[in-house]
């Protein structure tokens, strides 16, 4: 029988803010299911997802599960049989997605109830984000956690009344079985459907007027202030990290601590979030052998990961060290964000120059057996004097650290100084061993079974790795990742960015006959659009070409059409136009797996006006903020694109014009100098000289009246719209621009005080 839960206890529970406390609600009091059922004719049931164009979708097209794909006809199979709907929603490269499917999609028992009993829906989430979105947080208010595989039963309508993430496939470790659930829930079905659908109409209750739930109105300051005080308290030193496990890498919101730190001085801030980048970087969550980042760690100390590695992290954790880097002088972490991005290029670079979207976390069945290291095995690989370096530094040990087993996933267990004392050798011979035992070790790993790459190419994923190599190009001034960056933007440009819209995303598929065809998926989100206008513009600081400008500008247009309207105390609605979506377009304010798509919309059009003037950039963005600050409440740990979109509104942000011949050497220097300003958010612009010039001031009218005169080159710090008097030597810029950052901090010191005097 199925215990169906009392909302107003459900609600109270939820408005207390114990949203992480388990809720049960479902009580298997009998789970013997009808003999006649279990004994169905079973077979090939998945025939529907064959030729998805989705690889995940495709990965169950063989199980005996009739699976359909999401859409009107499934539902209205549903509606017919008057029959409930089990929905399944995953993604590619999950761990735990790979393991239902073995487990419970392909058991011919289980595939026989699901047949005989309910119509069966498979979603890839990474194609569906929205519907993914919905029931996740349906799935969250009634259990108070989520995850993937989401596992959620509906009404023909939509509606859902029970959910959860993994099941196995029977009871076990006092954890129901799939089964048995799938069994108690048709006898409710036919048995207690009228309790079951007030359930349903309650929790989509709920969920519709926590959306439209405002909390009393902040200023950003003191939201800013709240970002602060909500990293100390759950930041723990031993290890570094904000929170309890599972611990998975906060970009943005580190990226805020570095810059709100420097300019406030608070010193604290800015060392807690580069205590944390730097121990991810020294644990296995990061791939010591070949680069990049895996998902997330299930420990609190970074040590070993869910091994899957997607492309989101790569592009937002490399921008993150490289600010970080850049605003704090600190070379280490520089090298992360340089070697981040190699790792992208080299591991999810495709043929035309996007990026695949992930790598699975198992290997032949297996999690992390392409990863993991036994002293034995380094021993077969690398040279025998450096055998004992090679362990100590990445911690393999006889006794693993991976599942109670041998193997260890390598990590910075020993410093290369200390190892190099350990050892007697001088750090620079360590560090030549080192290297050969990395080659080996990486020549060795690629002989293993290899991860699966999933080469589907998602539009937002793929503008987070065009901004992390744009800034690449930009900080570290090297020009490998400009190209790779504009070689990026030019396969998507065209493709999944059309004149009118956006699309989520493209796939290459081989049909059964053996066909190959490139297949282009469901309109983008905000979120895609809002991070390929952020691309654009980083872009442009990359390249000074002003077509990124006229880019950004088109994008917004684009973004309004299909986003918006933008209502006066209101933000953009998440899903497009026509979207068909369960309680309707929503509109999200809280980051998850990838940034708030109001949030980085916000931010961009900041940029915007900064360097055109235009007023209707600052207040577009000033809207979306307030909106966003009436919704999110007490939680900024959850907004952290907010918390720097606030950040950049509320400081001084300066636009820095340089005006000359982009060959002659002052001018380079003085760009150089302006890119590598300690103030957070500065833009830079480039005034070319002659026609070049005169077609910039046309995409930018910042530009307009600024030129070089009689000198090579000239610097013009502007602020709010005002260009101070032109800089004609670099070391007056450099010295410009610290001071700047003394005032940006005196300024914001007296801003706190009139906060906590109110």
């Not at 939680?635 to 300066?654: D, I, N």
Request: hydrophobic share 40%; with cysteine; aromatic share 8%.
């Amino acid at each position: 029988m199925l215990w169906i839960p009392d909302f107003g206890i459900l609600r109270n529970r939820i408005e207390i803010g114990r949203k992480m406390v388990p809720l049960m609600i479902m009580t298997l009091l009998s789970a013997a299911l009808p003999g006649d059922e279990q004994d169905a004719e079973a077979g090939v049931g998945g025939w529907r997802l064959a030729n998805s164009p989705s690889a995940y979708l495709r990965e169950h097209s063989e199980n005996p599960v009739e699976w359909h794909p999401w859409g009107d006809a499934a539902f209205e199979e549903a509606r017919k049989l008057d029959r409930p709907v089990f929905l399944s929603i995953g993604y590619s490269s999950c761990h735990w997605c790979h393991v239902m499917r073995r487990e419970s999609f392909s058991d011919e028992a289980i595939a026989a109830y699901l047949n005989a009993n309910f119509i069966s829906i498979k979603v890839d989430r990474e194609d569906l984000p929205h519907v993914d979105e919905v029931y996740m947080d349906a799935v969250r208010a009634m259990t108070g956690g989520g995850g993937w595989p989401l596992s959620v039963f509906l009404f023909p309508d939509g509606k859902p009344f029970y959910g959860g993430t993994y099941f196995p496939p029977r009871q076990r470790f006092n954890r129901p079985g799939f089964l048995e659930i799938s069994g108690s829930i048709i006898k409710a079905w036919n048995t207690d459907r009228g309790k079951m659908r007030e359930s349903a109409t309650g929790l989509l209750d709920h969920l519709s007027k926590r959306d439209q739930r405002q909390h009393e109105g902040q200023s950003m300051e003191l939201f800013l202030g709240g970002g602060i005080q909500s990293a100390a308290s759950s930041y723990t030193l031993d290890p570094p990290g904000f929170g309890a496990a599972p611990r998975f890498p906060s970009p943005r919101f580190l990226q805020f601590l570095v810059g709100e730190g420097s300019l406030s001085g608070d010193e604290t801030s800015v060392k807690r979030a580069v205590s944390v980048l730097r121990e991810m970087a020294a644990g296995g969550i990061y791939d010591q052998v070949a680069g990049g980042f895996h998902r997330y760690s299930v420990d609190a100390q970074w040590q070993v990961p869910h091994f899957e590695k997607m492309l989101y992290n790569q592009g937002s954790l490399a921008e993150s060290y490289l600010e970080a880097g850049r605003i704090t002088s600190d070379e280490s972490l520089l090298q992360i964000g340089r070697a981040t991005l190699d790792a992208m290029l080299s591991q999810f670079q495709l043929q035309d120059g996007s990026f695949a979207g992930s790598w699975d976390a198992d290997s032949g069945g297996v999690e992390g057996s392409y990863y993991v290291w036994t002293p034995e095995q380094v021993k077969e690989t690398v040279a025998p004097e450096s055998v004992e370096l090679v362990c100590d530094h990445f911690g393999i040990e006889e006794e693993g650290n991976f599942e109670g087993g041998e193997a260890s996933v390598p990590r910075i267990a020993m410093s290369l100084e200390t190892a190099a004392k350990k050892h007697g050798l001088s750090v620079e011979e360590a560090q030549k061993r080192l290297d050969q035992a990395v080659s080996k070790m990486l020549k060795v790993r690629d002989t293993r079974v290899a991860p699966k790459r999933d080469d589907k190419v998602v539009l937002g994923w793929n503008a987070l790795a065009i901004s992390g190599l744009a800034r690449g190009a930009t900080i570290l001034d090297e020009s490998r990742f400009r190209e790779a960056a504009v070689r990026a933007y030019g396969a998507l440009k065209g493709s999944l960015v059309e004149e009118e819209r956006f699309l989520r995303r493209r796939d290459r598929h081989v049909s059964e006959k053996g066909e190959a065809h490139v297949v282009e998926g469901n309109p983008a989100t905000l979120q895609d659009a809002a991070l390929w206008m952020k691309s654009v513009l980083d872009l442009y600081e990359a390249t000074f070409r002003p077509e990124f400008i006229l880019e950004a500008r088109r994008c917004w247009e684009v973004i309004l059409k299909n986003f918006g309207p933008l209502e006066t105390g209101e933000a953009l609605y998440e899903a497009p136009e026509g979207a068909e979506i369960l309680m309707g377009r929503r509109k999200d304010y809280f980051d998850g797996a990838i940034p708030s798509g109001n949030a980085t919309t916000a931010r961009n059009l900041l940029r915007l006006y900064e360097l055109t003037g235009e007023s209707v950039y600052l207040e577009s963005s000033m809207n979306i903020v307030e909106a966003a600050l009436s919704r999110v409440g007490p939680y900024p740990m959850g907004a952290s694109e907010l918390l720097l979109a606030v950040q950049a509104l509320q400081r001084r942000v300066p636009v820095i014009v340089i005006a000359g011949d982009p060959s002659k050497e002052t001018t380079q220097r003085m760009l150089e100098s302006a890119l590598q300003s300690k103030v957070p958010f500065s833009v830079v612009a480039l005034r070319p000289e002659g026609e070049a010039g005169e077609s910039a001031e046309k995409a930018i009218p910042l530009l307009e009246g600024r030129s070089s005169g009689e000198v090579e080159a000239r610097a013009f710090v502007c602020i709010d719209q005002v260009c101070e008097v032109p800089l004609e030597k670099v070391e007056n810029l450099v010295l410009r621009m610290d001071q700047l950052s003394k005032e940006i901090r005196t300024a914001n010191d007296s801003n706190s005080s009139e906060s906590k005097s109110e």
